[in-house]
């Protein structure tokens, strides 16, 4: 199986502040790689598909980029709304794993 | 606007069965691969699942290989897991996920239930 590995686990950060959060995968998965958010109590929402496409009605402050096996997530502007637990996803190949996460907190 | 609505969480012992289903609504079916994705409370996000939009292609997590079964009605607009020889680590939030394309080669979570609690223990 494909691990598929976050950093950091945990982020804090202040409203307006540009982050970045990576993704590696431990064999190259090309571009099938995703990011969700999601929010306590919540079920994830999807933020980027194919490593790079913003989904639709997605704030163009969600940016990310990367293949092969290094990915990132960035937030240009972090607005109050931001602040969650975010995943990324490979579906390169079968079972289709999820990192582990990473928490971004208010700092 | 897309529906997925999973219901048949339940409190079961180890060893018994459990079928979860999902009725969906506000797209059409038929185009898209649907999953099934899990997290245990207060943990991360763990894919069960899958199956493209015909029923030939069906995933499976090495967790759940062998004991649960995908599928899709698409006359009735709806997804199933049926869950047996259930254990303990299975207890989890279990939500139903629309995939990207038809196939299950798209990412899997384009679109979410709001998930249905299984909780495993004797």
């Known amino acids: 199986d494909i691990q598929m590995t976050q950093s950091p686990s945990t982020l804090s950060a202040s409203v307006g502040d540009r982050v970045t959060i990576t993704c590696r995968a431990s064999?190259?998965?090309?571009?099938?790689l995703a990011w969700y958010q999601q929010k306590p109590g919540k079920a994830p929402t999807l933020l980027i598909y194919?490593?790079?496409s913003l989904e639709s009605g997605v704030p163009s402050r969600f940016s990310a980029g990367g293949s092969g096996t290094e990915f990132t997530l960035t937030v240009s502007s972090l607005q109050p709304d931001d602040f969650a637990t975010y995943y990324c996803?490979?579906?390169?190949?079968?079972?289709?794993?999820f990192g582990q996460g990473t928490k971004l907190e208010i700092k | 606007d897309v529906q997925l609505v999973e219901s048949g969480g339940a409190l079961v012992q180890p060893g018994r069965s459990l079928r979860l289903s999902c009725a969906a609504s506000g797209f059409i079916f038929t185009d898209y691969a649907m999953h099934w994705v899990r997290q245990a409370p207060g943990k991360g996000l763990e894919w069960v699942s899958g199956?493209?939009?015909?029923?030939?292609?069906?995933l499976y997590a090495d967790s759940v290989k062998g004991r649960f079964t995908i599928s899709r009605d698409n006359g009735k607009n709806s997804l199933y897991l049926q869950m047996n020889s259930l254990r303990v680590e299975d207890t989890a939030f279990y939500y139903c996920?629309?995939?990207?394309?038809?196939?299950?080669?798209?990412?899997?979570?384009?679109?979410w239930g709001q998930g249905t609690l299984v909780s495993v223990s004797s």
């Open positions: 996920s629309k995939g990207g394309c038809s196939s299950t080669d798209c990412h899997s979570g384009a679109s």
């Open positions: 194919k490593a790079s």
């Open positions: 064999q190259t998965v090309s571009s099938w």
């Open positions: 996803q490979q579906y390169n190949r079968s079972p289709y794993t």
């Open positions: 199956v493209s939009w015909n029923s030939y292609t069906v």
